[in-house]
Structure formats: structure tokens, C-alpha cells
């Protein structure tokens, strides 16, 4: 069964630090990957994905993500912080099968960003 | 504006007053589905609907009733609410082409005393 994890439940970082949020995934084929965010009080919406093609993916607001297939991780990094990115962070895996795929959710990444 | 409206944001009720909260879309997505959030567990999936008329469980299911009669809504229903079932609900659509993204809704905040 298709599962995902994330490193960290909370993070902390200063502005201007490099962002690094954690996940990996277990799939028994390969998969479509996805990042979202979620800004208090506010539903999730989508920072990148990746389906198929290039294995570096690029976001909104300057997040990028790798798809390491060896290492079966999806990790999100942007460069520098800055204090709007402070929100919870969803890593997300859809399995490819031949009728229905199903989207499973990591359980998440809050991020603090330091003054 | 592409948009999933979900309502009520908030809601307070007590123990067995059956409630609904309701969701539209208006990106004629065939695929919706609800999930339900609660710290340290994510975002678990109680139901979802490929299509009108097509509805099947997630991984929560118990205590939940949907139906879909028209493509863009999808409201869940609780017949008879209990404190286990606080939490925040999200609303999601999707089309069914595999490799696209979920549009969520704001959420509905619900605490059942």
C-alpha cells in the first residue's frame, strides 16, 4: 500500500535560511507527486507537482522540489525564507492504476519562519 | 473565478441534531471527494465521487453519508453527530486526467458538544 511520510512535524527556520521540508513515499509504481500549502485559516492549494519529464520541479513563490526515484523522496527546498511562507506544508502521492487513483497525504509540516 | 465554496465555515451543534455541509464546484470536475483534518493525522479521506450517481468510501467513512445527484455538488452529510466527529472538513475537486491537481475549499470548522 502506497504510503507517504514527512520528516518533522514542525520546522523552524530564520528568514533568509534555506527551506528544506522532507518526504518520502512508498509506491509499488511509479507515481505522481505533490506539494501543497496551507495558510491558516485557508484551504490547501497546489505548490508544484510532478507527473512525468524533468525530476526538478519548480513552484510558486520560488519553491522547487526533486523526485528521486532511488531514493523514493520528494523533498521541497526554496533558497531563502520569508516570513509569508510560515504555513503547513502537505506532501501528496497519487498511484497510477487503471481505473481509480487515490490521493494519500503525508501528515504534514508546519513551518515557522524566524524574524 | 475557479472555486470549490464549501458552507458553513464554522459550525457548532450538539450531539445527534443532523447537520449537512454543503460543497459546489464550478470547474465541472467529475472527481470530489471530503476529507477531514485533525492535528498529527493529516488529511484522512471520509468519501469520494467519480461521477453523479458514483460514490464510494475513503478511509473514514463511519458516521457520514454523501450523494452526488448533480456534478457540482457534493454535500456531506452527518445524521447524527457525535464529539469524535470535531474537526475541520475540507471539500476537494479534481478532473479525472490523472496527472492534475486538487482544488480545495475553504474548510468547515464543526464541533459537536
Known amino acids: 500500500a502506497q504510503s507517504v511520510t514527512q520528516l518533522g512535524s514542525h520546522v523552524s527556520v530564520s528568514e533568509g535560511a534555506l527551506v528544506l521540508l522532507r518526504c518520502n513515499y512508498s509506491?509499488?509504481?511509479?507515481?505522481?507527486l505533490f506539494w501543497y500549502v496551507q495558510y491558516p485559516n485557508q484551504g490547501l492549494q497546489l505548490l508544484l507537482k510532478?507527473?512525468?519529464?524533468?525530476?526538478l520541479v519548480k513552484g510558486i513563490n520560488g519553491f522547487e522540489a526533486e523526485f528521486k526515484k532511488s531514493e523514493t523522496s520528494f523533498h521541497l527546498t526554496k533558497p531563502s525564507a520569508h516570513m509569508s511562507d510560515a504555513a503547513e506544508y502537505f506532501c501528496?502521492?497519487?498511484?497510477?492504476?487503471?481505473?481509480?487513483?487515490?490521493?494519500?497525504f503525508g501528515p504534514g509540516t508546519s513551518l515557522s519562519v524566524i524574524p | 473565478e475557479a472555486q470549490v465554496t464549501q458552507n458553513p465555515r464554522y459550525l457548532i451543534t450538539v450531539t445527534g441534531k443532523k447537520l449537512t455541509v454543503t460543497c459546489s464546484q464550478n470547474?465541472?470536475?467529475?472527481?470530489m471527494s471530503w476529507y477531514r483534518q485533525d492535528p498529527g493525522l493529516g488529511l484522512r479521506q471520509i468519501y469520494y465521487?467519480?461521477?453523479?450517481?458514483?460514490?464510494d468510501k475513503g478511509d473514514v467513512p463511519e458516521g457520514y453519508k454523501v450523494s452526488r445527484k448533480e456534478k457540482r455538488n457534493f454535500p456531506l452529510i452527518l445524521e447524527s453527530p457525535s464529539p469524535n466527529q470535531t474537526s475541520l472538513y475540507f471539500c476537494?475537486?479534481?478532473?479525472?486526467?490523472?496527472?492534475?491537481?486538487?482544488?480545495f475549499g475553504q474548510g468547515t470548522r464543526l464541533t459537536v458538544v
Open positions: 476537494a475537486s479534481r478532473s479525472n486526467r490523472r496527472n492534475t491537481e486538487a482544488f
Open positions: 509506491s509499488s509504481v511509479p507515481p505522481y
Open positions: 510532478y507527473t512525468t519529464g524533468a525530476t
Open positions: 501528496a502521492v497519487s498511484e497510477v492504476k487503471t481505473s481509480y487513483d487515490k490521493v494519500i
Open positions: 470547474m465541472n470536475h467529475e472527481y
Open positions: 465521487s467519480m461521477n453523479v450517481e458514483v460514490t
